[in-house]
DNA sequence: GCCGTTTTCGGCCCGACTGTTTTCAGTCG
């Protein structure tokens, strides 16, 4: 069984936490954090490029004992750095790290002096309170500790980025009005379009942190302040997601809207390019070092400006993930026009009443034109899911009808007929040849047999892609966040084949989908396989978490030219005949 | 542990807040 990129990062990180527990060399520490974010997004199972006998010193922060360290961990699943780490620190020791007020030295305090190695013996030590007293232990943190103990994180995880947006849209509307306020903008990874977001980080801009601070706290949302300063403060809200609220003058306003956009990564390579040149980069602006100490203010008003002053274009946050950004920016290769929301000018996957939609297909019709969409797929489910009662050939037929009756109601949007079919466990599809042949667009999914073997899911898939009646292939991994895993499946051969056969790959904007990835949305452009932005809408509201997915589409360096329905309807159709 | 048209050794991003201090360490982002 071979290890995940995955598995290869959760190891480098515990490393990590182990190293750091040790009170070993920081950078030492954060080559390996380094290592494990580099496996985690990469594209390529890290298995196969060892297999394949690639050069993974070519990785960024990857050098020669790393690259050694990877090879020896995938082909022996075990990291022998690990092991004997492990072999010196209890199991378990570093689920402290994840509490907060619990770092590396107050980890190492509480396994020297308390001999605690879980989280079941912390909350025993604290019970009893012998926390208290220890160097570095006072009243206030031992409490911090039993809170989270106690509360052990129903809410901890990480929300869906359309989830957070419900929160975050109200409340940055709330902080534009506060006294002072010019502007305000929510940052972090949500900035980033992140498809999902662990906390909220917004930046006002005023000339005075406390009235900012106090309108805050007036929030109908806000549960508890968990900390206050001048410019920066933290509140809870009551569905459990943190905010960090900045206050900056409009003079920072660009720069501290980098540095609070992230990522850390990137952050932490703009500022290394900085210091390249003799400056120096912070949330305050850009400085240049002058004798005595002294240092002069070149840059901050406009992320432009920060940028600028590295020598860069400026860089959109949603690629702000030190994954090539940087270099690229500097050797002028940025993609020249990322696709946005306003390039979509169809949509090709939504479902209505007539299988598990929660609209009528008037209703969605309506809903898509209303939203400005050009045309529309009409793509219910096919009969093998029983459960949404699946569409027969004469029950297609029939729908054709409707579809026909409803566009003449109907001024600016074309309606297009189509089906979303089963790719069934032996790669067939669920419905006869002569069906589909009458169709405008076929999305063929696969809905069951999730748990098939890698090669018998690839090679299932496979031939799916070489029907001749196939144009797009729906959320391609399965995965369903925060609780379905992808299926297991060879995603560079899909996506081979895919090219080969013409046919294109969904990024499905579901919330929970999200399904083409952004770094498989990157591995698709580089083969040159066209991406489908659909929506999967069961309801007319839906059609707008087509915004998110173009956000997506963007952390993959998708350009317009690179997603199928930029394109006009006359121009797809040709396609899809070819 | 990584990395280099100023370096193969000596650097490695930067600042705020809290709680613990009695001038600052640890944590966090």
Redesign the pocket.
């Known amino acids: 069984m071979a290890l995940r990129n995955a598995d290869v990062a959760a190891g480098f990180d515990e490393v990590a936490d182990l190293l750091?527990i040790q009170g070993e060399?920081?950078?030492?520490v954060?080559?390996?954090r380094?290592?494990a974010r580099v496996v985690r997004d990469l594209p390529h199972d890290v298995a196969e490029m060892v297999s394949a006998g690639e050069d993974l010193?070519e990785?960024?922060?990857?050098?020669?004992?790393?690259?050694?360290?990877i090879e020896r961990f995938v082909k022996t699943g075990e990291s022998e750095?690990l092991s004997r780490l492990r072999k010196k620190a209890p199991a378990g020791i570093t689920q402290l790290?994840r509490?907060?007020?619990?770092?590396?030295?107050?980890?190492?305090?509480l396994r020297d002096r308390l001999h605690i190695r879980s989280l079941d013996e912390l909350g025993k030590a604290v019970e009893k309170g012998r926390l208290?007293?220890l160097?570095?232990?006072?009243?206030?943190?031992?409490?911090?500790i039993r809170e989270a103990l106690k509360a052990q994180a129903p809410t901890a995880g990480r929300l869906l980025l359309a989830v957070a947006a419900q929160y975050a849209r109200p409340l940055v509307a709330y902080l534009a009005k506060a006294p002072g306020a010019s502007r305000a903008e929510v940052a972090?990874s949500f900035r980033r379009f992140k498809e999902t977001v662990?906390?909220l980080?917004i930046l006002v801009c005023a000339p005075s942190?406390p009235p900012v601070m106090d309108h805050l706290a007036r929030w109908e949302d806000v549960e508890r302040?968990?900390?206050?300063?001048?410019?920066?403060?933290?509140v809870v809200l009551r569905s459990g997601l943190?905010v960090?609220v900045?206050v900056v003058p409009a003079e920072c306003f660009g720069a501290a809207l980098v540095?609070?956009t992230?990522s850390?990564a990137h952050?932490?390579?703009i500022?290394?390019l900085?210091?390249?040149?003799?400056?120096?980069?912070?949330?305050?602006g850009v400085?240049r070092e002058r004798a005595r100490g002294r240092e002069t203010r070149v840059a901050g008003e406009t992320e432009e400006s920060v940028y600028a002053a590295l020598a860069l274009p400026f860089i959109p946050p949603e690629l702000r993930e030190n994954l090539g950004e940087v270099k690229a920016a500097a050797e002028g290769r940025l993609p020249k026009r990322l696709v946005s929301r306003e390039d979509l000018r169809g949509d090709l996957h939504c479902h209505t009443d007539a299988t598990d939609g929660r609209a009528s297909l008037e209703e969605m019709a309506r809903g898509a034109e209303a939203r400005g969409l050009s045309y529309l797929a009409i793509t219910d489910h096919s009969p093998h899911l029983a459960v949404t009662r699946g569409l027969t050939p004469a029950r297609l037929r029939a729908q054709r009808k409707l579809i026909e009756k409803v566009q003449r109601k109907l001024e600016r949007t074309r309606l297009l007929a189509g089906i979303e079919v089963d790719v069934l466990e032996d790669g067939s599809l669920d419905l006869p040849a002569a069906a589909l042949r009458e169709l405008d667009v076929v999305v063929a999914a696969v809905h069951t047999g999730l748990r098939l073997p890698r090669e018998k899911q690839t090679a299932r898939i496979l031939r799916a892609l070489d029907d001749p009646n196939v144009d797009v292939l729906a959320h391609p991994t399965g995965r369903l966040m925060p609780e379905r895993e992808p299926y297991d499946v060879d995603m560079e051969r899909v996506l081979t084949r895919a090219e080969e056969a013409g046919v294109a790959v969904e990024l499905n904007a579901h919330p929970e989908r999200m399904d083409l990835s952004d770094a498989h949305c990157r591995m698709a452009k580089e083969l040159g396989v066209l991406v489908a932005i659909d929506s999967d809408a069961h309801a007319p509201t839906n059609f707008d978490n087509l915004a998110f997915a173009a956000g997506q589409a963007r952390r993959g360096w998708l350009e317009t030219g690179d997603v199928l329905n930029t394109r006009p309807v006359a121009e797809l159709t040709k396609l899809f005949r070819g």
Not at 25 to 28: C, G, I, T, V
Not at 59 to 69: F, K, Y
């Open positions: 750091e060399n920081p950078f030492r954060r080559a390996y380094n290592a010193t990785l960024p922060g990857i050098g020669e004992d790393l690259a050694g360290q750095v790290l509490l907060p007020s619990l770092g590396p030295k107050r980890v190492r305090t208290v007293g160097p570095g232990f006072g009243p206030k943190t031992a409490e911090r972090g662990g906390d980080d942190g302040v968990v900390a206050r300063g001048e410019p920066r403060a933290t943190q960090d900045r540095y609070f992230g850390k952050n932490i390579e500022r290394r900085a210091q390249e040149k003799g400056l120096k980069i912070s949330e305050y400085f």
